[in-house]
């Protein structure tokens, strides 16, 4: 089939909008997938997709339509996510596509990620087809969603689909829309091989399946490729598509998504936005690949048991390979052993990877408390990065501590904009401008700290608006700010494992909570425990474990009182020398129960 009747298209929208539903349509109506093999949601291929209700990953498929005048097409479509912290998956895939379905739920309207996801798009010059879906609904109100298509996102109300995809309406004008509205994909006149590496997986028994987007050429069995990163070469052992299943075909040709199975042994040799080209006549220049994804919030993650190590070491790297935001390296702490430092885009996104390493690779692992990456500058002028309370320096050493800000755009009903500014203030930050968006609804545009909004601030403002509102966020660099490293001593003990960096007006609070939740886990010793938050020598909360006591006088009945002062004195005499030389083991389970709390 010529390229000319290919189409490559993406769809786009806010959490929950119905993205996945769509595409289990679109394959209906193209007969893509066998009656017998379809079921809800099949593109959320991990267990772990469909238990949340969420996309994770981004799944290709490959669908032959034939058109209303007889012409049969090849389109290729990428289910994506919509969650804030896998916003990179849509940008790479859209990379690899011409077109974007735009859905908008027609009885929620449009939200904070239907508009970060229609700029990725617009970046990438895609055509845009807006769907009004969930018209069955009975709160849907699809000239409202008209009125907000042209007034917000200033596309013309008359290019919008009404549908339901849950019922199967307005599918089949989806599909012409698809093909008349989103133009073919242009091959580069020398027909030299190019294709993009937009994902990789690692298959135990084939190795590393490459998932590419093809530009120009043709590539097919036997072919030696080389990637464009590594300039090493490959023999290509098989190409297909995705149906949505890895079908193998003979060749793949310009414009086709597909995979490439080449001998590619280990996980580091496939890195996401390179090209693939021929190794007997290579392009001239790699494709623009995409920009590199920096991690925002760092992570201890360590085996429970000491003996996975290794194990945790390797899932990690075949983890890497197939999600290009994940970063690891080594690190070691006196309270939990041998382990590492990993960086995330977000705390869904660190969930979700906790969540895989123990359920692909069965890894049993407890992590620290999240934190962000802080630069310091210290007072003889030298700049460091910290994302480990452990690496920053002394307080006489350092001049200013400047940390992550976000630009955080919240959409609500306006009767909510009371408790939300409320909200923001509580977590040190500004409203910076309040827009009205039709007659019920408002966005706030605020400033942010990151370490603020990353661990409650979206459920806060979930349950404070009823689950009215979202929000969607951009960093907006760095600002000075008052942080200090706040120790948790116990016994006199600095324990680093519960060291964090926070804003000194928010110390006091969070040391008599972690106090309070460690006097809970650590089990009592024959003397008194003091568990104190400190910052430098300063002691700003305290709480104490009582000690057990020995009852030394349930022999003396009745008698002398001196006799029953003499054993309590000697008892305390025991106690002051036990407190001087004894040390407080804190078991490993006080650790797990302490860091796997969310609070």
Known sequence: MSTSLTR?????????????????????????????DQQAQLLDAMDLEREKGITIKSHPVAMSYTAKDGTTYKLNLLDTPGHVDFSY??????AACEGAILMIDAAQGVEAQTMANLHLAMEQNLTI???????????ADVERCKQQLEDILAIPAEDAIPASAKQGIGIEEILEAVVQRVPAPVENPDKLLRASVFDSIYDTYRGVVSYVRVFSGTVKKGQRVKLFATGKTYEVKEVGVFTPKMTARPELIAGDVGYVIANMKSA???????????????????????????????????????SDYEGLK????????????????????????FGFRCGFLGLLHMEIIQERLRREFNMDVISTYPSVIYQVTKTNGEEVIVDNPSFLPEQQEIAEIREPMVRVFIMIPGEYIGDIMALVMEKRGDVTHTETIDDTRVMLTCE?????????????????????????????????????????????????????????DKAEGYGRALAIRLKDVIPQQLFVVAIQACIGGKIIASERISAMRKNVTAKCYGGDISRKRKLLEKQKKGKEKMKAFGKVNIPQDAFIKVLKSGD
């Open 8 to 36: 490559n298209f993406s769809i786009i929208a806010h959490i929950d909008h119905g993205k996945t539903t769509l595409s289990d349509r679109l394959m209906d109506a193209t007969k893509t997938v066998a009656q017998r």
């Open 89 to 94: 998956e849509v940008a790479r895939s859209l």
């Open 129 to 139: 087809i807006p769907v009004l879906n969930k018209i069955d609904l009975p709160a």
């Open 268 to 306: 580091d040799e496939a890195k996401i936005g390179d090209t693939l080209t021929d190794s007997t006549h290579p392009c001239p220049e790699a494709l623009p690949g995409y920009k590199e994804i920096q991690p925002m919030v760092f992570s201890g993650i360590y085996p429970i048991e000491s």
């Open 314 to 337: 390797m899932a990690m790297g075949k983890l890497q390979i197939n999600d290009a935001a994940f970063t690891f390296m080594s690190e070691s702490s006196t309270a939990l052993g």
């Open 448 to 504: 942010l700290p990151l370490a603020e909004i990353l661990v409650d601030f979206n459920d806060r403002m979930k349950s404070m608006t009823r689950g009215y509102g979202s929000m969607d966020y951009e960093h907006s660099g760095y600002r000075p700010a008052k942080m200090v490293k706040m120790d948790m001593l116990i016994a006199g003990e600095p324990v680093e494992a519960f060291s964090t960096i926070v804003h000194r």
